[in-house]
């Protein structure tokens, strides 16, 4: 079983940036996994963020596509979501997620993952 253990959250001011980082306990082949970057802002549904495949082709959501950068580091078995020129809108728990397996097509759907973490809050003030 896949455990996935988020930091890196804070406190920021609009236009700041953060990096989070998401670590999991997997053997080596768990670092090609499908892997991915949720949020859950307060009466909002879990939206994806940003999604790894296999290849490490990454997928974006539109709203953070060009500000937030997904990569991972086979070697320390982290992932990692660099977050620049962060607004207020951007505040919310993020998750890092697992699928578990491999795969082709970094999807940004909630039901595409086995695996979560416990989150990490992310605050973005004026």
């Known amino acids: 079983q896949v455990q996935l253990v988020e930091s890196g959250g804070g406190s920021v001011q609009a236009g700041g940036s953060l990096r989070l980082s998401c670590t999991a306990s997997e053997f080596t082949s768990g670092n090609y996994y499908c892997m991915a970057w949720f949020r859950q802002a307060p009466g909002k549904e879990r939206e994806g963020v940003a999604a790894l495949d296999s290849y490490d082709t990454p997928q974006y959501a539109d709203s953070v596509q060009g500000r937030f950068i997904i990569s991972r580091d086979k070697a320390k078995n982290t992932l990692y979501l660099q977050m620049n020129t962060l607004k207020p809108e951007d505040t919310a728990m993020y998750y890092c997620?697992?699928?578990?397996?491999?795969?082709?097509?970094?999807?940004?759907?909630?039901?595409?993952?086995?695996?979560w973490g416990q989150g990490t809050q992310v605050t973005v003030s004026l």
């Open positions: 997620a697992s699928r578990g397996g491999f795969c082709t097509d970094p999807t940004l759907r909630t039901d595409g993952y086995a695996y």
